[in-house]
């Protein structure tokens, strides 16, 4: 199993800024594999779907992103997914956000092979183009 977390900030007041790329990139990528991310569990909006004989789920954390790694670690011991099989989707300096609240949540559990996926993006008024 596989999870795929895109982090970003609940409300509609930062729907789209540059901070909620993560969010912006679940709801990409659910809307072009055909994934509703209609489920709530451990404060987190998820949806699941098969990739290549294997479940991956999408989750957008409901908390502000320093406390995002509570809704994941909820979900990493609750559907028993292994470190490594965790992609990140934020903005700005790598991991910097979601490691520091993993750790918060976690101070004992090292995560060096945690993925990342970060953009550095200018201004709020950006789209995800897919490439041709």
């Known amino acids: 199993m596989k999870l795929i ?3 970003g900030n609940p409300g509609k007041e930062y729907e789209k800024t540059r901070h909620n790329i993560g969010f912006r990139y679940i709801d990409y990528f659910a809307k072009k594999n055909n994934c509703e ?3 709530n569990k451990f404060n987190g909006l998820y949806g699941t779907l098969m990739i290549n004989g294997e479940k991956v789920i999408l989750l957008k954390p409901q908390s ?3 406390l995002s790694g509570e809704v994941v670690r909820k979900f990493v011991d609750y559907f028993n997914i292994k470190i490594e099989d965790i992609l990140i989707i934020e903005v700005g300096n790598g991991m910097r956000d ?3 609240s993993l750790y918060v949540t976690d101070p ?12 550095g ?5 950006f789209e995800i183009i897919e490439d041709e």
Request: net charge negative; hydrophobic share 30%; proline share 3%.
């Open 5 to 7: 977390v895109g982090l």
């Open 37 to 39: 991310i209609s489920n």
């Open 64 to 66: 502000y992103m320093n």
């Open 98 to 100: 979601a490691n520091d």
């Open 108 to 119: 004992e559990y090292d995560y060096p092979d945690m993925s990342e996926v970060g953009g």
């Open 121 to 125: 993006v200018d201004d709020d008024d």
